[in-house]
């Protein structure tokens, strides 16, 4: 039974450049979460998808970044003329519904921007 | 808005000896669930337990214990007979309860745990 998958694990892009984040969750699964984790830091919620629907967006910034969760295939997080200070651990988390307190993590993608 | 604050950025434990770690969180909510993670090296985030703040009774996992305190707002980790692979580091996260929109967790800026052989 796979886990949350995330890719790519890491990702390098240069400053303007568009970074795309994949998030496939659990089998089953129909809630996504996406958290950032900034350099020594602890993870911040960025924004809560059910498929084809953005449930929760407080923590996304407000500019340059967008996530969606179509009806097939991963939710993307998508940051638009990435700069320095978006380079950071991006984590997918996936549940089974609204009740359940539980949230998977995937591995992350590393966003290094250049 | 809810905060989750975890005092101690580093601690260090003796191999087989017990450690605590410490979190205390602010709301103003009466339903919530509490939750260690722990983040190894390779990044991953593991769920290391789980309270729900209606049960009085202290989750247990294993060597992993946690002394919840409602009143006072504070949920401490205890692991007991430390390893090696419980170098980490841990994250303390709050979840609110109240069906609604709101799923998402709130962490503590997280304590690095060494494990001394």
């Known amino acids: 039974n796979a886990g949350v998958m995330q890719n790519p694990r890491h990702l390098v892009r240069r400053r303007g450049q568009e970074a795309r984040l994949r998030c496939s969750p659990m089998?089953?699964?129909?809630?996504v979460y996406w958290y950032r984790q900034l350099p020594e830091e602890g993870l911040k919620f960025m924004v809560y998808?059910?498929?084809?629907?953005?449930?929760?967006e407080s923590g996304m910034p407000k500019e340059r970044f967008s996530a969606e969760f179509p009806k097939e295939g991963p939710s993307i997080l998508r940051i638009q003329q990435v700069v320095r200070g978006d380079s950071a651990a991006y984590f997918c988390?996936?549940?089974?519904?609204?009740?359940?307190?539980?949230?998977?993590f995937g591995p992350g993608t590393r966003l290094t921007v250049t | 808005a809810q905060t989750v604050t975890q005092s101690q950025p580093e601690m260090s434990v003796q191999e087989a000896e017990t450690v605590t770690l410490s979190c205390t969180y602010d709301?103003?909510?009466?339903?919530?669930?509490l939750f260690w993670y722990k983040q190894p090296p390779s990044r991953q985030m593991i769920l290391v337990i789980r309270?729900?703040?209606?049960?009085?009774q202290n989750a247990t996992e294993n060597r992993f214990s946690v002394n919840f305190q409602k009143a006072a707002k504070s949920f401490s980790l205890k692991i007991s007979d430390s390893q090696l692979g419980d170098a980490a580091m841990y994250f303390c996260?709050?979840?609110?309860?109240?069906?609604?929109?709101?799923?998402?967790?709130?962490f503590g800026t997280g304590t690095l745990l060494a494990v001394q052989p």
């Open positions: 988390a996936s549940s089974a519904g609204l009740l359940s307190y539980e949230q998977y």
């Open positions: 089998k089953g699964h129909s809630h």
């Open positions: 996260a709050y979840r609110s309860a109240d069906g609604g929109a709101t799923n998402k967790l709130i």
């Open positions: 709301t103003s909510e009466s339903d919530y669930y």
């Open positions: 998808l059910q498929k084809e629907n953005i449930i929760d």
């Open positions: 309270q729900e703040a209606y049960k009085q």
